[in-house]
């Protein structure tokens, strides 16, 4: 019997694709596929793939799940994602106002803060595959304190069996047990094998110790004074400096007549005022800095690197592992440009705060403005330009007669400032092209020598000229208890606009 | 800055209903002299003009009938709030739900209470005021019979049993050492958090499904319910259109309702997590299981998955099937062939057995002892369900090639080709493609893979027309009806 019936409506018919917004993986298959395949045999290839790109096969034929298929970034990429959707959210004034009626606010910074502890803990395992992949030894694996043997802890008969050229990742794979609270992350030393079995077996060796205040650019012999002092919450730090050691593996039967380090430490260290004559050198219980020689490197090249100061939480796990520079003995490090600076940059490195913009509901204003007000702008004009009516920059000999001052407002320099104290005349510059598009971290000023301290860069230091454009963009100067200022808009070099404030 | 609309809120059981949207407006008219309709039934005024039959095809002919006589161009509007809608709350489970009959309004009408049903853009109905106590019996009568059904279909304790033992197995913990472990707290910033909730390892309890609002009204595009997703701690909401509800009486099962059930609980589909896999699915799956309705299968639209995997590891064409059994004569006129529709019927059902083992002893034990792993998975191959396409391959042997023998043999000897076109592959996945403006501007700033709830209308709309339907959707309109809809957790009982 057959009936017919009127449909209004659209059935979706079982269709071979979703289309979508990105490719897909299985989409991507099918049309590579195409050519080689029937549709039929494409599907049960497509199938296939899956297994044998994410899935072992055991002694009896049987599938399983491969949890180190994909690699430790994926899954630290998947949770990025997911903090930035919680951030979307958030930042939306409009879902905000939803997520707040429906009291999701907290349980979605609940969430954030585990995301966020996850985030960490992958990211150390990043850290700790980079580490030991620039050394050139295999990554530690993670293990947890169980009893019975288990796949993931090499036992049991899950063994992975196939091989496939895809799989070949090795030590970047993702281990579940990193997500474990339980493995402890603080045992994980950032050390190579081949130093820790050197001082084993006690043919790891120091070569010197090395101070240096960077201030004043001095290296002093003072490690015995250091070692002698118990710190004190009460002690003022006055001077930061550096320690810088360095250690050897040396081993008998192997001539080795080089005098390169294969390990380099930097400690911060304090120079702590007591009292009037007392001075005391103190240093931090760890190197902010390790650096090590790879197995195939012929100096230290590997930075292992720990931004947190003693009294913050992630103190003793390093946060960053690179390889800029390259040193053979501790001198290196502050008689080499690069070298000093890679040194600087970490000492003073300031962790980019995460913060969002939580957004306020808009304030309403109400403001009446009648036609017809009264207009006032404070500024004259002119079109030859004002001038400082007297000479106040001194003859070459006495050119250096000025201080500089620099202002930092929010990561950005609003000024050099050169003042000629002599007349009380102050000429406002703007930073040059390529120094004022970045975003600064702070800004000195020693003499005329400006340091700036770009955000993510290495610091810049030089004399403040090689930052200024030429021509100031304002003149500020005294006449008859009058403060003037000047300013040139267009960089023409003509002010053409003024300004008298009564003192 | 008004994005991820539908990235947070929003998910949706979308079957049908999409092809009367070229049907133009029906103008409104209301009758001068109104007339209260005496319904001497004991069921709501809903489900007078409807069966429920036992039968399958009976019951794909009445749901047909049903869609066939909604006024669909109505559907393009939100109900609009206001405080006359009747509300009641009712405690299940020890916890309270509220819920608001939006559609409904309770008025006075010659010095007598009544009830006037009045849902956007269709003429309004006016009943006694006892009709609201019969709606009010029927909907907490149906959470009811949803929350039961959901324990009785997926066994939440042996999930959890199946979770814990593989946790066991992988990592080599001795049962109770695991529950200890799982039990331990940490401090992350200020709070304490459990290693299961970092983890995000779940825990079934039976109010965990119940919503804390269930709105009652008609939504736009004939869509038939939907739900907050959210987190633990927070209100969640359950939309649920009358249309939604009346299918459920024919279909003789609160099915609608129990998909959104499905999202409701954040135990299982919490933020963000949920959107980096086929809940849709995962709801969709449940209902399935429930024996009656295998017939899902054939057009669900987020079943998708499942007909493919069925297709590749029993050698059911669900498409071939459909077409022997329906054939369309024009556009809209189709006619059934009863004899393959029974022939089909046992099959169908016999697949749908063989899923709801699958379901639970494979998809949730496997997905929640490792969903970050599976996101991750997803996320890489830019694909919600490629998890499930994976766990069907270690479950099944395939048999699309003639056999399991067959396919194997084939599969064995192309290894090598397959894995190129593999590398290939995954090298393609994630690459973006167009997508239609409207849709950009309202989500831009969220990640394009995988695709599943934030960008349901891409795949949910047929192809063709997906672009047309979500640029005509009123966004603006929805996130006004959104706002007022949860504007009723301020006033507390004032509505
Ligand atoms: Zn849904």
């Given at each position: 019997m057959r009936r017919k019936l009127t449909l209004l409506l659209l059935i979706i018919l079982p269709s071979t694709l979703l289309v979508g917004c990105a490719t897909q993986y299985d989409e991507a298959f099918f049309e590579e596929a195409k050519n080689k395949f029937t549709p039929e045999e494409s599907l049960a290839a497509y199938y296939y793939s899956l297994l044998l790109l994410f899935a072992f096969q055991d002694d009896k034929g049987m599938w399983h799940a491969d949890y180190r298929a994909l690699t430790n970034r994926d899954v630290l990429a998947t949770v990025n994602?997911?903090?930035?959707?919680?951030?979307?959210?958030?930042?939306s004034k409009f879902w905000l106002r939803l997520v707040r009626r429906l009291e999701l606010e907290q349980p979605l910074l609940r969430k954030e803060a585990i995301l966020r502890y996850i985030r960490e803990r992958l990211a150390f395992r990043e850290l700790m595959i980079k580490f030991y992949k620039l050394i050139g030894e295999a990554v530690p694996e993670l293990k947890l304190e169980t009893n019975n043997p288990a796949y993931l802890n090499g036992g049991g008969s899950y063994k992975p069996t196939l091989k496939s050229t895809l799989r070949e990742e090795g030590s970047e794979k993702f281990d579940p047990l990193i997500l474990w609270p339980t493995v402890d992350l603080r045992k994980f030393k950032f050390v190579p094998t081949y130093i820790s079995e050197a001082k084993r077996e006690g043919k790891l060796y120091?070569?010197?110790?090395?101070?240096?205040?960077?201030?004043?650019?001095?290296?002093?012999?003072?490690?015995?004074?250091?070692?002698?002092?118990?710190?004190?919450?009460?002690?003022?730090?006055?001077?930061?400096?550096?320690?810088?050691?360095?250690f050897k593996v040396i081993d008998p039967e192997i001539p080795n007549k080089k005098q390169v380090a294969d390990v380099i430490e930097v400690f911060r260290v304090f120079e702590i005022k007591l009292d009037q004559e007392t001075l005391i050198y103190q240093r931090e219980p760890q190197p902010f800095m390790i650096g090590y020689r790879g197995l195939k490197s012929r100096s230290v090249n590997v930075w292992v690197i720990d931004i947190d100061r003693p009294e913050e939480t992630g103190y003793g796990i390093p946060n960053e592992v690179v390889t800029q520079v390259n040193i053979k003995v501790p001198r290196d490090l502050i008689t080499k440009e690069?070298?000093?600076?890679?040194l600087i940059k970490y000492s003073r490195y300031e962790k980019p705060k995460e913060k969002r913009e939580i957004p306020e509901e808009t304030e309403i204003k109400l403001e009446i403005v009648r036609a017809g007000g009264i207009k006032v702008d404070p500024w004259e004009y002119s079109e030859e330009?004002?001038?400082v009516p007297f000479v106040y920059k001194e003859k070459e000999q006495e050119e250096w007669k000025f201080r500089v001052g620099v202002k930092l407002e929010e990561g950005k320099i609003l000024y050099v400032e050169k003042i000629w104290y002599r007349k009380g005349v102050r000429e406002k510059f703007n930073l040059k092209e390529e120094f004022a598009q970045k975003e600064y971290l702070d800004a000195k000023v020693t003499n005329k020598i400006l340091t700036l301290h770009p955000k993510g860069e290495f610091s810049i230091e030089g004399h403040v000229d090689l930052f200024i454009k030429p021509l100031p963009f304002e003149i500020t100067y005294e006449v008859e208890n009058n403060l003037v200022i000047i300013r040139d808009e267009n960089e023409d070099g003509i002010f053409e606009k003024r300004r008298v404030i009564a003192k | 800055m008004l994005k991820q609309s539908f990235k947070f809120a929003i998910t949706i059981l979308f079957i049908l209903a999409i092809g009367g949207l070229s049907v133009p407006p029906e103008p409104v008219q209301f009758t001068s002299s109104p007339q209260v309709?005496?319904?001497?039934?004991?069921?709501p005024h809903l489900f007078l003009d409807l069966r429920a039959p036992k039968e399958t095809l009976e019951r794909i002919i009445e749901v047909n009938n049903l869609f066939s006589s909604y006024l669909i161009p109505s559907a393009r509007r939100f109900g609009k709030f206001s405080n006359l809608h009747p509300s009641f709350r009712f405690v299940l489970e020890d916890k309270e739900v509220k819920v608001l009959f939006l559609d409904w309004i309770e008025l006075e009408l010659r010095g007598e209470k009544v009830l006037k049903y009045n849902p956007p853009n269709q003429l309004p109905q006016l009943f006694p005021q006892n009709e609201l106590e019969k709606l009010k019996r029927k909907l907490t009568q149906d959470i009811k019979i949803a929350l039961n059904e959901l324990w009785k279909i997926l066994e939440p304790e042996n999930i959890e049993a199946s979770i814990l033992d593989k946790l066991v197995k992988i990592y080599g913990f001795e049962k109770r050492k695991l529950l200890e472990e799982l039990d331990k707290e940490i401090q992350i910033e200020n709070y304490q958090v459990k290693v299961r909730e970092i983890l995000q390892i779940p825990k079934f309890e039976k109010k965990d499904f119940l919503p804390d609002l269930i709105i009652v009204g008609e939504l736009p595009f004939g869509i038939l319910g939907a739900a907050t997703l959210s987190l633990e701690g927070a209100k969640r909401v359950v939309f649920y259109s009358p249309l939604g509800w009346r299918f459920d009486f024919i279909m003789g099962k609160p099915y609608i309702l129990m998909h959104e059930l499905v999202h409701a609980n954040t135990q299982i589909q919490a933020l963000p997590l949920v959107y980096y896999f086929h809940a849709e699915m995962f709801a969709e799956l449940s209902m399935l299981m429930a024996d009656i309705y295998p017939f899902e299968l054939f057009f669900h639209g987020y079943l998708e998955p499942v007909r493919r995997a069925v297709w590749n590891y029993f050698s059911f064409d669900v498409r071939e099937a459909a077409k022997q059994i329906f054939s369309f004569s024009t556009a809209r006129v189709y006619t059934i062939d009863e004899e393959k529709f029974r022939k089909f019927h046992i099959m169908v059902q016999e697949i749908a057995k063989e899923l709801k083992r699958f379901v639970k002893e494979r998809l949730y034990p496997e997905f929640y002892s490792h969903p970050l792993y599976w996101v991750a998975f997803n996320t890489k191959l830019c694909q919600s369900y490629a998890f499930f396409d994976l766990f069907m391959g270690l479950e099944y042997e395939p048999t699309i090639l003639d056999g399991a023998e067959n396919t194997k043999k084939f599969l064995l000897k192309h290894e090598k080709v397959i894995l190129e076109i593999a590398k290939k592959a995954l090298k393609k996945a994630g690459e973006k493609k167009e997508t239609p403006e409207k849709l950009e501007e309202e989500l831009s700033g969220f990640s394009f893979c995988p695709q599943d709830l934030v960008w349901w209308p891409v795949h949910v709309f047929p192809p063709g027309k997906a672009k047309e339907l979500i640029n005509s959707l009123s966004w603006q309109e929805l996130k006004l009806f959104l706002e007022e809809a949860f504007n009723l957790f301020e006033g507390g009982d004032s509505r």
């Open positions: 994602s997911m903090l930035s959707d919680i951030d979307n959210i958030l930042k120091k070569l010197g110790d090395l101070f240096l205040f960077d201030e004043e650019k001095e290296v002093k012999s003072l490690y015995e004074i250091a070692k002698n002092q118990t710190p004190s919450e009460k002690l003022e730090k006055v001077r930061e400096g550096y320690l810088i050691r360095a690069v070298q000093y600076a890679f330009g004002f001038k | 309709f005496y319904n001497p039934s004991n069921l």
